[in-house]
């Protein structure tokens, strides 16, 4: 199964995260088939950059999102024009 989640990139207390498509089964900081954009929560404002169009596509063709990218996905569909 086919999961859209967060995976965490940077250095020791600054941390910014891709938001991927992997396999459920391989851990968060694995291998993954697709990179659909990153989240840094550290600037202000938060940076977020997400292809929207993709990750519906995955989720209509089976996959699932985890709660955090769930919300990102609901925050970048509202920010778009």
């Given amino acids: 199964m ?4 967060l995976r965490r990139a940077g250095s020791r207390s600054k ?12 851990r968060p900081g694995g291998e993954f088939v ?3 954009g990153h989240y840094d929560p550290k600037t202000d404002p938060v ?3 997400l292809d929207v169009a993709r990750a ?3 989720i ?7 709660d ?3 919300k990102l996905l609901e925050r970048a569909r509202v920010a778009q024009p």
């Fill in 56 to 58: 519906e596509a995955w």
């Fill in 47 to 49: 940076t977020l950059n």
């Fill in 15 to 26: 941390p910014f995260y891709r938001i991927v498509l992997s396999d459920s089964k391989n």
């Fill in 68 to 70: 955090t990218v769930r």
């Fill in 34 to 36: 697709e990179n659909l």
């Fill in 2 to 5: 086919l999961k859209i989640r």
């Fill in 60 to 66: 209509k063709k089976g996959a699932s999102a985890s």
